[in-house]
């Protein structure tokens, strides 16, 4: 689903604007996260990927797994301005009975490939579904999403390991690197770096890219497929709480909504 490049930094604003808007009605999830996703979301749904609001099950269409699923206001705001279900449904997000939880729950809502929640969890979904893909002679390609705190679960490297192995070309790793989680920053929690090289290490083709460089995402996709012998990741180095001044680099916005007077504020920067 191609848009115009020039068209998607404008989305991406109206994305972040539904982001704060859901959160505020609802009064909680995650901010931080969320707008520092958004443009990544963006260019994947509105410039990358091969999908079909209208027949989301279309066999063909590529797989995005958001394996970070605490950021799926991002997600559900993207969703719906792709046309998979009306805008009015983001207000009831995080409500009782809402298809649209605090984490994404795949038969609730169509574009939903998996159900998320515990974090590490998602690259071995993406690994088997890019494997599949290459056992059935599928020409889709596979996308996920992890942020960056998802590195000190054991599991996702496991994932690592298997994907480079089997030599997945076709699954390409996006990873939100915000700097950020729930317990302060990641350097003071469990160092990550050097994170280039630890994949660089594992036999990956490593791509580091500004992550609110629309442009830059998309072309570091294209990128990567021009690889065939090893899958690609994709650091993208972004901003938690992107867009609103007092969220920025901010560890406590991590899982806080704002309040009113803080979305009147967040609101208006945007």
Partial sequence: MANSSDDLPKIAGEVREDII?????????????????TDILVALYF???HHDPKNPNWKDRDRLVVSN?????ALYAVLARAGYFPLQKLKTYAKLGSPLQGHPEREKLPGLETTSGPLGCGLA???????????????FRVFCTVSDAEHDEGNHWEAVLFAAKYKLSNLTLIIDRNNIQIEGYTEDTLPLEPLKEKYIAFNWNVLDIDGHNIIAIINAVEEARKV????????AHTTSGKGISFMEGKSEWHAKAPNKEEADVALKEL
Avoid: W
């Fill in 228 to 235: 065939y012998d090893k899958p690609t990741v994709i650091i």
């Fill in 47 to 49: 410039g990358i990927m």
């Fill in 21 to 37: 808007k859901m959160l505020l009605e609802a009064g909680s999830g995650h901010p931080a996260g969320s707008l520092s996703m």
């Fill in 125 to 139: 979904q993406a690994c088997g579904m890019a494997y599949a893909s290459r056992m059935d002679n599928s020409h």
């Fill in 69 to 73: 699923g605490h950021t799926c206001p």
